[in-house]
């Protein structure tokens, strides 16, 4: 999956596997991977991976 545009863009990937959700981006311009991995279980309904993927992002300095 690419997402974003610019300096913005994200390559990664999406799965699952009953009662688990997995989302897997890089981001070039900040040259950061990072992977989630959920039971599905445990997170509330309606929860997106990507807002955990932002969640984390937001805690990584642009200029790490």
């Keep these: 999956i690419i997402s974003g545009s ?3 863009v994200r390559y ?3 799965g699952l ?6 989302l897997m981006q890089y981001i ?7 992977a989630i991995q959920v039971n599905t279980d445990q997170i509330p ?3 997106r991976l990507n807002d955990y993927a932002e969640a984390l992002l937001a805690l990584v300095p642009e200029d790490y």
């Design 6 to 8: 610019g300096d913005q």
């Design 12 to 14: 990664g990937h999406s």
């Design 17 to 22: 596997m009953p009662g688990f959700l997995s």
């Design 28 to 34: 070039p311009r900040r040259q950061i991977a990072f």
């Design 45 to 47: 309904r309606g929860a």
